[in-house]
Each structure stands twice: as C-alpha cells, then as structure tokens.
C-alpha cells in the first residue's frame, strides 16, 4: 500500500520503510496511525468538509440510499478492467471524502478476483482518516486534487464523485485509454429536499467540461426515488451545499418534517484519455459540491 504515491515534493517515486514512505530525494512523509499518508506540503490552510460533515455523510451514504450509485460504478470500473488486461491496474478516487465509493469499488473488485490498487485522495484530513477506517486496503492521502501525488501515466480510472475536477491533473495522471468517469448532479437531484427549503426552487443546469487530452465516449445517468425520515434527513442535509446557505427558517421547516421525498439523479460523464498528446495543455475545470 501507499506505493503508488509519489512524493508531492519533488515528483520521485516513494519506497515504504516501515512506516515511512521515502523518495530517493530524502523526503519523507510517516504513515498516521490511522492508516493514512499526509501527502499535503504548502503552507496554504486547506480545511476541506468538517468532522461534522463528515459523520453526516458517512451515516448517509452507509444507509445505502445511494448504493445503487456505487454498484453502477464497480460494475462500469469492473468491466473496463477486465477487457482492457492491465497488470496491476490502479483505480483512483479523486475527491475521496470519506471513502464510501472508495472502499466499495475496492470491495467489489476483490469480491469479483479483479485484482488492482484502489487509492483515494482528498483535501480533507478528516475525512481521509474516516476513510482509513473503514478496513478496505485501499491507499488514503490528504493532499490536493491540483497536484495530485502520482506519477504521470500511472493510472487506468480516475474516479470524481462530486468534487473538483482538474482536467490537466486528470490527464497527466492517466495512461492512454484510461478512462476519466465524472459524476454530477442530474437536473431533478434533490429537488424535494429544495421544494421546501426554496420558495422558487431550481433545477441544476447541466455541467460543461473543456478537457483537452480526452475525448468523450459517453454519458448515463442513475435515478431513483427515495423517502427519508428523521435523523436521514438532518445527515442529507448536512452533506449538500444548502446546509450553508439557506436562511434559519427554511431550515425549521425541514427540521419539523416528519418524512421527505425526493428524487436522487446522478449524471455521469465518461472521458477517455487520448493516445495523441499533442494538444494544448489542459486547463483545471472545477465542479460545485453538490450530494
């Protein structure tokens, strides 16, 4: 584990000794306790979701409310891996949170004797170390999703499940055929839980990528209805970019419902990274939080 990091300083493979990781540089960066590597090296705050936040997620995403998500991914990712007749392949998530996907596809693909490297990487800290613990061996990093810590070329899925999207990152990181999966909200997501938070609700316009070094091979989508109650619907809440935003009020309203449907609508785009590198360099795209 870990192996597939480089150093974030200096671009250098890393070497594991014990619970180090090493470059032939000197850099050297511990392995936490919690079985997690800290691969973030400015000096620039990067906070990234709160504990809070971060509990709320996991509780929902483990109720399985979006498990039918993550088996459209292992399967999608199970598929690729298997006619593309990689050694060792490496499968990364890109904006990992607290490694719900992460460790699924891992989980999956062990299940299905597919075997690869799965790692994650996010800003925050503590969702990273959440992710530790949900006991897949799955290589965890807290670092930045515009420098990622891998080598160029070294990668054959990049994963990004609502988070920032670094097209040049995606591009330098990936080999030639791999496959960039982008996951977005559909126009009708959650549009129950806005019904009662907005007086004038809106549906989410569609995402617009330039990401040059890729072509685009496909699109699909995965909708279900769902109906949560109580403690779910606080924990849903906390996890979307409305909990910031909206006014006290609309808050109680939701607070003094008993029970809330809405509907759940992932869009995903499918990239593949082109053979023929000679294009302008990519340019960084970036996508709103939006779960």
């Not at 192996?3 to 511990?30: K, M, N, W, Y």
């Not at 988070?163 to 960039?180: H, I, N, Q, Y």
């Not at 109650?229 to 606080?234: A, K, L, S, V």
């Not at 935003?245 to 509907?263: E, G, Q, V």
Request: charged residues 20%; hydrophobic residues 35%; neutral net charge.
């Amino acid at each position: 584990m870990f192996e597939c990091f480089c150093c974030p300083v200096c671009g250098q493979a890393l070497i594991r000794e014990s619970q180090t990781l090493r470059c032939s540089a000197g850099h050297s960066f511990d392995i936490a306790s919690g079985g997690y590597v800290n691969l973030w090296v400015t000096n620039r705050t990067h906070a990234g979701d709160s504990k809070g936040m971060v509990t709320a997620r996991r509780r929902f995403l483990d109720s399985g409310a979006y498990g039918f998500l993550l088996n459209r991914l292992c399967s999608e990712t199970a598929a690729f891996l298997r006619g593309r007749g990689e050694k060792d392949p490496l499968i990364v998530d890109a904006g990992c949170g607290e490694g719900y996907y992460t460790a699924g596809i891992a989980a999956y693909l062990r299940r299905q004797n597919i075997p690869a490297t799965v790692a994650g990487v996010d800003i925050s800290k503590a969702a990273v170390r959440a992710g530790a613990k949900r006991g897949e061996e799955v290589s965890l990093a807290v670092a930045s999703l515009f420098k990622l810590p891998l080598c160029p070329a070294s990668v054959d899925i990049v994963l990004s499940v609502f988070a920032p999207v670094c097209g040049a990152e995606c591009a330098r990181v990936l080999k030639p055929g791999g496959l960039l999966f982008i996951v977005s909200p559909g126009s009708r997501h959650l549009f129950g839980l806005k019904e009662i938070l907005y007086d004038d609700p809106y549906e989410n316009p569609p995402n617009t990528y330039y990401l040059p070094g890729f072509r685009q091979m496909r699109q699909f989508s995965e909708k279900r209805e769902i109906l949560v109650r109580g403690g779910q619907m606080n924990d849903l809440f906390a996890m979307t970019p409305y909990y910031w935003k909206t006014p006290a009020d609309a808050s109680a309203r939701l607070a003094h419902l008993p029970t809330l449907s809405t509907p759940l609508d992932f869009h995903v785009d499918v990239y593949e990274r082109c053979e023929d590198d000679a294009q302008e360099p990519p340019v960084c795209e970036h996508q709103t939080h939006n779960q």
